[in-house]
Each structure stands twice: as C-alpha cells, then as structure tokens.
C-alpha cells in the first residue's frame, strides 16, 4: 500500500531542506573561490527558488454535501481531534477555502466578501490587496476556537434580486437555478467570495495547499476557481456518495470541470464516499463487498476512469477511527488506502518535474563554473610557458618579452569594440524577444477576442475568436523559439571568431526549448474552452463574467509569457556571463604577466618563485574542480535516492 500521504510529505519535505542545505553550501564554497558570476548566480537562486516555493495543492471537488469537507477533516486534520473544517447536511462551505500556510502572515483566516464581485478585480488580484479581506485570528492551540471560526465559510447573507443577478446569482434565462425568494422577495447568496487560511500544521508548513470547493453546480460559481484553481491544482478529488451513486450533476461537474484536461488524469482521484451507509447488520459483509465492488465499477464506467482510480471510503468513519484510534474501524473506513493512492499521485507528479528541473539546474551550474576553471587553467599554462621560456635568459630578452606582452594589451584593449558590437547587436535582438512576449503584444493578441466578449447580447463568434486568438498568442511562441535560434547562430558566429581572435574557449549555451510553455497554453487553452461552450451562452451574456474571464485568462496568459521570456534572460546571461568572464580573466592575465616579468628583472631568484607560485596554482586548480564535482555529485545522488527511497520501482524516472 506504501506511505500515507502525511508520511510521503514529510519524506519529500526532509529531502528538501536537505537540498537546500546543499545548495546553500556549493553558494558558499562558489563566492569564496570566485567563480560566481552572473549566470552562476541567478542559475542558483533560481534553482533554491523552485526547491523553497515548492508548493502541492490538492483540490476537492464535488456536489454540494458530498463529504468534501468531512474527508479533509479526516485527512488532514484527525490530529485535532474534532471537525475543524464545518461538514453539515446540505450546503455547508459556500467560498471556496483555501486552507494553507505563510509565515509572513499571522495565523488567521481572511475572508474576501462578495461584493468584491461587483468590481471588476479578478481574484488574483485581490489577493495582492490584503486589506480588503476581513481577517479574524485563529488560536492555534485552541481547536474549539479555530472550527469556531471557520464556521464563517458557511455564511450567507440576503440580497435583492438586482444585487444578486449583478454579482451572478441570477440569471433570469435559467429560473429552475436560481435561488428562491423569501416573502420580502430576498434571495440567498454567499456572504463570502474566498476564504485563506494561514495555519501552521505540519503539512501546510510543508508546502501543501488544500483547497475546499462548495458544490459546483452552484449558480454563480467563480469562474477562477474553474479555470485557474482547479486546473493548476496537483492532484484533484472528485467525490461521489455511495447514498446518492452517480447523479446527473456528479456527472455534470465532472465533465464539465475536470473531464477534460486528460494529461493529469494520473493525478486524478474518485472517491466513492459514505460506504458507512451500506454497513448495515442484515447484510453479510460479502453482500456489502459485492454491492460496494459494483458501485465502483459503474462509477468508473460513467466517469470513464480506470477502476483502481475509484477508491471507496467512509470520511466520516475514518475520522472518528483516527480520533479514537480504533484500527479496525481505520481499515474499514478505507481512509489509509485513499492517503496512499493521494500520496504516489501527487508527490510523485510533483517530485519528478521538480527532479528535472534541479538535474538540468545542477549540471548547467556545473557546466559554467567549468568554464570559469578552464579559463583559469588556460591562463596559467599560457604564464607558464613563458616564464620557462625565460629560463637563462639576459635582461634584454626579458625586457623584450615586457614590451611584447603590452603591446598584446593595447591590441587586446583596442579590438575590445569588436566586443561591444556583438554584445550590442546580441541586446537588440533580445530586446525584440521580449517585446514579443510582453503585456502590450499580449493585450493586442488577444483584442479581437475582448471585443467580442465585451459586445452586448449572445457571443456567438466568441469561439472562432478565441481560436484565432490562441493561434496567434502561440505563433508568437514560435517567432519566439525561431529567434532565439537566430540569436544563438550569431552568438555562435561570433563567439568562433572571438575564440579564433583571443583564444578563448567561448561556447554558446543551448537556446532553451520553449515547448512546456506551449503545452501550458494549450493547457490553458481547453480549461477555458468549456466557458465559451452552449451551456454557458447565457451566463456569457453578462458583462462581469466575461470581463472576469477575460482578466483570469489574461493573467495566466502573462505569467506564461513571463516564465518564458525569464528562461531566455537566464539563457542569454549565461552567454554574456561567460564572454565577461573570459574578458576579465584575460585583462588579469595580462598585469600579472607584467607583473612577474618585473619581478624577475629585480630579482634574479624571481623567475623560479613565480614557476613554483604557478604550479601551486596549477595544483589549487585541481583542488577545486575535484571539489565541484564532490559537491554536485552529491547533489546529484541525492536527487536519484530520494526516488528510491520514496516510490521503490513504481515511479522509476525515464
Ligand atoms: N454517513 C456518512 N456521512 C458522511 C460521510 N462524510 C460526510 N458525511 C456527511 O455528509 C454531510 C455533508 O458533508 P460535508 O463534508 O459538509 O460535504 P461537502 O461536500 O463539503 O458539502 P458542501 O460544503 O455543501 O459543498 C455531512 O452531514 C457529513 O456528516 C461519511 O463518510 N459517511
Ligand atoms: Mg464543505
């Protein structure tokens, strides 16, 4: 069965100080030596970056009164031995609740109120005004005081029919979903649009996020949620009731929201909830199994999911096992079998992107601080011959050998705007790549597409615009990689010539292949699609949720572009970097060539001194490089074990 989830988490935690550790090391050992540059810089902090923020976020999604809230309750929060998440009959969480942990935030939950809605923010950027979020603290030791407070995600509060349609609770062409009228002719809406919870428990601190979804069907459900929540989400768990079976809303949620994006569909988990309720004393236990087995077989059938991916559990029963730590009561609540499942599909997602990335970040370190010692090796080899070279020679050779090494300075220094041109042209045209994925480009891209949205009545061209608009925000993505081409052809050109000129060792570095991003666009491309299908023609029709998708998509639409346009500044500092390197190691090279030259005309000891002070440097060299690779090879090992320790065989990498 393997590791629950908490103990998975944990693993993969340790393992991540203990990186980070590492990393914090080589940054160390790297600045006393000095090889970092540039490039090797931001190629390490960018690397402790995605190890520190590496965040998992798990989503439960269902129907109203599925047992989201209860079955987080019981995995999560067992451990405070009561309900700290409110799990009533009917719809209980009304805002989505995203329960997870900063440190740079006092203990608290902060609630966004709906009104927020009748602006045009998209919630994204709400989140980045703390100050229009109603904060209350939670004790921590206190968990009366903590489920005390959460109840607030339960509110609701009365509004007129007016306010409601406005903040899209109603819709007047879909009667049969909109809230009933009391005799004041008030209808029910959500007090809250979002709720935070920033609490310090052991797997938040981790880095795990979880987020509490109310029943989806709701109308008026916040169409970020859908479309950038619920998509960036790790691991999604889609909840039926064995009471209830498959319903035609279970199955409408499912299509609609998580149906689609098949590429995660590992990450994917059905739970079949409330198996408490077929327990029942005059039925044997193998009547019970086969009723449950079939239950499950029918539910992967409709769900179209593989029969291993519908895990049946009892969140309620498997909460009250935890709290009174009745193991038998645990196993049957099938609780223990769901973490595990939880545990290998999104740790396992998580932990081999983030593998990746650190192998690749690890040998790019690794390739540039060899360079750096290559130059450094070069140079004194170069001093090297010709000191021996000097060996029983007269002060007028020796002062001959003074005038020709500056006279290689000043032919050096004068090609030094050969230099500056290839740099300038280099900057041009990376100024044009990132002008290509800019906010400006992105925002004429995509205008087409909000004009249509914003045009009053039925959006029926919406889709061929939003097509057209994708088909050029990713050919954009093409010019792009097709630049970086061209730019990586002239830096080779002339890093050749420069190698040729100086005899430096100048390599371009590869030009960073932009495909993940056009994944992530197509990604983000079918999440949204499902907005513009007929099902949601009407709610199109109002002008604030058209408005409000347009912002969420825009903003994940920037951050692709963003990320992209970073990989190639990283690239292209890397080359620079490099080109910097060479040209200060050489300027060096030149005043300690004069400098020991002097020194041996002074002196007629010098010339031996300096050929021992070389080789001592020839041999501090090797120290070095034995070290990089010590502490990369560590790096590198640690990166391998953790698989091992964690998937044995299941999760073994390509
Ligand atoms: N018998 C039984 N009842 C359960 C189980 N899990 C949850 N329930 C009950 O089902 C009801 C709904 O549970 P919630 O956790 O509030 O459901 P939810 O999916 O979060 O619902 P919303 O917040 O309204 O979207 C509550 O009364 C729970 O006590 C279970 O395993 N067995
Ligand atoms: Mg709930």
């Avoid at 499912?254 to 005059?282: F, G, M, P, Q």
């Avoid at 891209?445 to 990713?474: C, D, N, P, T, W």
Wanted: aromatic content about 6%.
């Amino acid at each position: 069965m393997g590791p629950s989830f908490n103990k998975q988490f944990e693993y993969h935690s340790a393992w991540r100080r203990e990186f980070a550790r590492q990393l914090k090391q080589l940054g160390e050992w790297m600045t006393i030596h000095e090889l970092m540059d540039a490039a090797v810089q931001e190629g390490l902090q960018r690397l402790e970056g995605q190890v520190r923020s590496d965040k998992v976020m798990v989503a439960f999604v269902a129907e109203f009164s599925r047992g989201k809230s209860e079955l987080i309750n019981a995995i999560f929060f067992a451990d405070y031995g009561r309900r700290i998440m409110p799990a009533s009959a009917g719809r209980t969480t009304m805002c989505p609740t995203e329960l997870g942990y900063d440190a740079a935030v006092p203990h608290c939950l902060r609630l966004l109120p709906i009104e927020t809605r009748l602006q045009k923010q998209s919630l994204a950027e709400w989140r980045l005004r703390p100050e229009h979020w109603v904060e209350t603290s939670l004790d921590v030791g206190d968990a009366g005081q903590i489920a005390k407070c959460l109840e607030k995600v339960a509110q609701v509060r009365r509004v007129s029919v007016d306010d409601a349609r406005a903040m899209g609770f109603w819709h007047d062409d879909l009667p049969d979903d909109n809230p009933s009228q009391d005799a004041q002719g008030l209808v029910e809406v959500p007090m809250w649009r979002h709720a935070l919870i920033n609490l310090p428990h052991p797997l938040l601190k981790q880095g795990l996020v979880i987020l509490d979804t109310p029943g989806l069907n709701a109308v008026g459900a916040e169409p970020e949620l859908t479309v950038s929540l619920i998509p960036q989400a790790q691991a999604v768990v889609f909840i039926l009731g064995a009471d209830t079976g498959v319903t035609r809303s279970d199955l409408s949620i499912w299509r609609e929201h998580l149906a689609s994006t098949s590429e995660s569909a590992e990450a994917r988990l059905v739970v079949l909830n409330k198996i408490d309720t077929l327990w029942d004393t005059l039925t044997s236990p193998q009547q019970i199994q086969a009723q449950l087995d079939r239950q499950c077989q029918s539910s992967a059938e409709m769900l179209g999911v593989r029969l291993d991916q519908v895990l049946p559990v009892s969140a309620q029963k498997g909460l009250v096992a935890k709290i009174a730590s009745d193991g038998a009561l645990l196993e049957a609540s099938g609780l223990p079998i769901l973490e595990a499942a939880l545990a290998r599909g999104i740790m396992g997602q998580r932990q081999t992107i983030l593998r990746s990335a650190i192998r690749s970040g690890i040998s790019g370190l690794r390739g540039d601080t060899l360079r750096l010692l290559n130059i450094r090796r070069r140079d004194l080899d170069d001093q090297m011959l010709e000191l021996r070279s000097l060996r029983g020679k007269n002060a007028a050779v020796i002062g001959a050998m003074r005038t020709r090494i500056e006279q290689e300075q000043r032919e050096f220094d004068l090609s030094a705007s050969k230099i500056q041109a290839v740099r300038a042209v280099h900057l041009k045209l990376l100024r044009d790549v990132f002008q290509q994925l800019g906010t400006q480009a992105l925002k004429q891209q995509m205008s087409h597409l909000v004009g249509a949205l914003q045009q009053k009545g039925l959006k029926l061209g919406v889709r061929k615009q939003y097509a057209e608009a994708f088909k050029g925000i990713k050919s954009t993505l093409d010019k792009v990689q097709a630049s970086a081409t061209e730019i990586h052809a002239m830096l080779d050109g002339s890093f050749r010539q420069l190698n040729a000129d100086f005899g430096f060792s100048l390599q371009v570095p590869e030009v960073p292949s932009l495909e993940s991003f056009a994944l992530d666009l197509d990604r983000i491309q079918q999440g949204h699609l499902q907005y513009l299908g007929l099902g949601h023609s009407l709610k199109l029709v109002q002008p604030e949720f058209a408005e409000r998708l347009v912002r969420a998509l825009g903003m994940r639409l920037r951050a692709v572009f963003e990320s992209a346009a970073n990989d190639l500044e990283l690239w292209s500092k890397s080359a620079t970097a490099q080109l910097d390197a060479q040209l200060r190691e050489r300027k060096r090279g030149f005043s300690r060539r004069i400098e020991a030259v002097d020194r041996i005309q002074q002196a007629a000891s010098g010339l031996e001194d300096r050929i021992a002070e070389i080789e001592d440097g020839e041999l501090a060299l090797k120290r070095l490089d034995h070290r990089l690779q010590q502490l990369t090879d560590q790096m590198t090992l640690l990166v391998e074990k953790a698989v091992d320790v964690e998937f044995p065989g299941e999760f073994a990498l390509a």
